[in-house]
Nanobody, 125 residues
Framework: QAQLIESGGGLVQPGGSLRLSCAAS????????MGWFRQAPGKEREFVAG????????YYTDSVQGRFTISRDNGKNTLYLQMNTLKPEDTARYYC??????????????????WGQGTQVTISS
């Protein structure tokens, strides 16, 4: 059974950086659209960034544009999210997800079929 396992979260000060990783096992997602979502306490899960499967086009929510970079290494079956200039409002649990799409990058969680367990990111001084 396909599994997605996130790592790389932690506590950093405002202005700092983190790189999240999402390792896929039990299935190959090299041609699937993949995405990063986050959910803060009391809030809905929101789209952060996505990368299409065939062309590796990338998309970001406005609040992270220019600060976060999504990428994938298909040889390692791993998805990444480089997060720079972190802000307290970036604090959330971050999830990676894979969709049964190959070029479209949907932004609704319901469009993603596979999810990891999440990794906590806390930005605080």
């Amino acid at each position: 059974q396909a599994q997605l396992i996130e790592s790389g979260g932690g506590l950093v000060q405002p202005g700092g950086s983190l790189r999240l990783s999402c390792a896929a096992s039990g299935g190959a997602f090299s041609t699937n659209t993949m995405g990063w979502f986050r959910q803060a306490p009391g809030k809905e899960r929101e789209f952060v960034a996505g990368i299409s499967g065939i062309s590796s086009d990338t998309y970001y929510t406005d609040s992270v544009q220019g600060r976060f970079t999504i990428s994938r290494d298909n040889g390692k079956n791993t998805l990444y999210l480089q997060m720079n200039t972190l802000k307290p409002e970036d604090t959330a649990r971050y999830y990676c997800a894979a969709a049964d799409y190959f070029n479209a990058v949907p932004r609704q969680p319901s469009d993603y079929a596979y999810w990891g367990q999440g990794t906590q990111v806390t930005i605080s001084s």
